[in-house]
């Protein structure tokens, strides 16, 4: 059964931070290829953007207020850095061909900076998929168990495609 991005986080926190998303994609290419894919992926507790270092601030220890103005942990799935064993079980292919094309794929939910968050300053959430040299990174709309982003094909750049991504489950890991 298909799980949120949300609810999915929620669950792997409660396995105690060890969990694998079964991770569904679909990418309809506005000239014609129809892509499908699919991926294992391990819950990551604070996932940063591709080529983005990861900061984490903390809170005032004398006001307690700190936690208002930095930037929250931003949970996720991701593919990236997988072993080359795993990596066989990360891929897309055209809908009735047989040819796949290995893919890292994160989906991560940004909660934003608290106090900005009436401003729209959060929650995010952004799809990326890495497949050989050509790389996408997307804002998703999370629409219950679907994400939904517009941006280019990563099959080819130069045109646009509409995403569809999907947690079909989330189950415990042990390492």
Avoid: C, K
């Avoid at 506005?30 to 080529?51: E, T």
């Avoid at 903390?58 to 795993?86: K, L, N, V, Y």
């Avoid at 804002?139 to 219950?144: F, L, Q, S, W, Y």
């Amino acid at each position: 059964m298909a799980v949120s991005l949300q609810d999915g986080i929620a669950q792997s926190i409660g396995f105690g931070g060890s969990a694998l998303a079964d991770i569904q994609m679909s990418m309809h290419d506005a000239d014609g290829p129809v892509l499908s894919g699919v991926a294992i992926a391990p819950f990551v507790p604070d996932l940063a953007l591709r080529n983005a270092p990861v900061t984490l601030a903390s809170s005032s220890t004398t006001t307690g207020i700190g936690h208002w103005f930095t930037r929250q942990p931003t949970p996720g799935f991701s593919t990236r850095g997988a072993g080359p064993g795993d990596a066989q079980h990360n891929y897309y292919q055209p809908v009735n061909d047989p040819h796949v094309t290995l893919m890292d794929i994160s989906l991560r939910r940004d909660p934003g900076v608290p106090i900005l968050q009436w401003l729209r300053g959060g929650p995010s959430v952004q799809i990326e998929i890495e497949a050989g040299a050509n790389a996408v990174t997307l804002n998703a709309d999370e629409d219950g168990v679907y994400l939904r982003a517009v941006g280019p094909s990563i099959a080819d750049p130069s045109h646009r495609a509409v995403y569809t991504v999907s947690l079909s489950s989330v189950t415990p890991w042990i390492p």
